[in-house]
């Protein structure tokens, strides 16, 4: 089909000519830094707009499939505020088991469904690329919301956003991820997206829960500066930024070899006395112990800013890959 042409009458330009208009988000690596950039000023654009009238019909009409295999409360809720607060609505797909998913329907023809009835579809399942798959079956856009240990995208993209606006720039800080490196789904995202800038990535995690080999090797290629360590003592004062993560019990078959590292880490106002006094402590949540609630007022603790931002990332992915930015 031969490329529309912009139509100056329209308020917000020619749906078809938006850079994102239609697209998948299923990997950070479709992310270049410049994507980064639009997205983020997108995102800040959108905080504005929440705090100024809180809602407004920029998506209008459209609707969302919120479709969630496995468990999910930051992300499917602000998805679902996102395409609310944008004037749109969303059909929720919580619990797989009221679905006919139950009754044996593939994840194709699930999606096939949905798309009938939808604008976009969310997606989070416990394999790793299935978003990918769902992608393949369907003509709307998919936005994977973590498959699996593979990628959550959208929470990498918030947790860049994230450190911008509480640091004011990414190049040239140093950040530790802390904890289960090789179940976090988010933490591959990250590092991977945090690649594209300049960066010192420091990887603390007990021994059998490291990040894995291929995702080091792959950075290494492009020059990331990066390192190991099975303790946080060494790497923690020179961190700017301090990405907790909680060790994912449900990826673990053997509970012996989950109890033998599940508390390895715990972050509270003793361990940050080391810290720097201008950094900041993030995590993707749900914390199951690894971050003392007693270091919750310490103004480091960045992790509750860290989900409002993740509003007004998703409101801009939205927005972007319905031609509306
Ligand atoms: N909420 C994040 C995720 O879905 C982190 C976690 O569950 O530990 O991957």
């Given amino acids: 089909m031969p490329t529309p042409s912009p139509n100056p009458h329209l308020?917000?330009?020619?749906?078809?000519?938006a850079p994102w208009y239609g697209r998948d988000i299923i990997s950070v690596k479709q992310f270049g830094r410049e994507d980064l950039e639009y997205i983020f000023a997108v995102a800040h654009e959108m905080h504005d707009m929440v705090d100024h009238i809180g809602t407004f019909d920029l998506l209008k009409g459209k609707i969302l499939a919120n479709l969630f295999y496995e468990p999910s409360t930051r992300t499917s809720s602000s998805f679902t505020a996102a395409m609310e607060r944008l004037g749109g609505s969303v059909i929720p797909i919580n619990e797989v088991k009221y679905s006919s998913v139950s009754k044996g329907e593939s994840l194709p023809d699930t999606v096939r469904t949905l798309e009938c009835y939808t604008d976009v579809i969310v997606i989070r399942h416990p394999e790793v690329g299935s978003a990918a798959i769902a992608a393949k079956a369907a003509r709307k856009p998919?936005?994977?919301?973590?498959?699996?240990?593979?990628?959550?995208?959208?929470?990498?993209?918030?947790?860049?956003?994230?450190?911008?606006?509480?640091?004011?720039?990414?190049d040239g800080l140093t950040v530790t991820?802390?904890?289960?490196?090789?179940?976090?789904?988010?933490?591959?995202?990250?590092?991977?997206?945090?690649?594209?800038y300049k960066v010192r990535l420091?990887?603390?995690?007990?021994?059998?829960?490291?990040?894995?080999?291929?995702?080091?090797?792959?950075?290494k290629a492009k020059k990331?500066?990066?390192?190991?360590?099975?303790?946080?003592?060494?790497?923690?004062?020179?961190?700017?930024?301090?990405?907790?993560?909680?060790?994912?019990?449900?990826?673990?078959?053997?509970?012996?070899v989950f109890e033998s590292v599940k508390g390895a880490y715990v972050i509270d106002p003793k361990v940050m006395k080391a810290a720097k006094e201008r950094m900041i402590v993030m995590h993707p949540l749900p914390r199951v112990g690894e971050i003392s609630p007693e270091f919750d007022d310490d103004p480091r603790a960045a992790y509750f800013r860290q989900m409002e931002y993740g509003l007004y990332v998703r409101m801009a992915l939205l927005a972007m890959v319905l031609g509306k930015a």
């Fill in 11 to 17: 308020p917000f330009g020619d749906q078809r000519t």
């Fill in 142 to 170: 998919v936005i994977n919301a973590g498959d699996g240990i593979g990628e959550h995208p959208t929470q990498a993209l918030l947790d860049a956003f994230t450190i911008k606006e509480e640091l004011g720039h990414i």
């Fill in 177 to 196: 991820l802390l904890g289960d490196l090789k179940h976090g789904r988010t933490v591959h995202s990250l590092a991977r997206l945090l690649s594209l």
């Fill in 202 to 219: 420091n990887y603390v995690a007990p021994d059998i829960l490291r990040m894995p080999a291929e995702l080091i090797d792959e950075l």
């Fill in 224 to 256: 990331v500066e990066q390192a190991e360590y099975t303790t946080l003592d060494q790497a923690l004062p020179e961190t700017d930024v301090l990405y907790v993560t909680r060790v994912q019990k449900e990826r673990f078959t053997d509970e012996a």
